[in-house]
């Protein structure tokens, strides 16, 4: 499946409040992920499981 074999992702600028479920799973190969400029409150503990991932961008959402 092609999203498993993604290495990063840009997912700025879309007004994302929460993460889809079961995201981690989608991407089990993601090194960089873009999530800067969301309005992201938290994020799933899943992210944390990524064994590849090296980077998240995270600015101006409003995680706490």
């Known amino acids: 499946e092609k999203t498993r074999a993604t290495q990063?992702?840009?997912?700025?600028?879309?007004?994302l409040t929460r993460v889809p479920i079961n995201f981690g799973g989608r991407f089990t190969?993601?090194?960089v992920l873009y999530f800067n400029q969301n309005q992201l409150v938290e994020l799933p503990t899943?992210?944390?499981k990524l064994q590849f991932l090296?980077?998240?961008?995270?600015q101006n959402n409003l995680i706490k």
């Open 46 to 48: 899943e992210l944390f």
């Open 54 to 58: 090296v980077k998240i961008h995270l």
């Open 29 to 31: 190969q993601l090194r």
């Open 8 to 15: 990063s992702l840009f997912l700025q600028q879309n007004r």
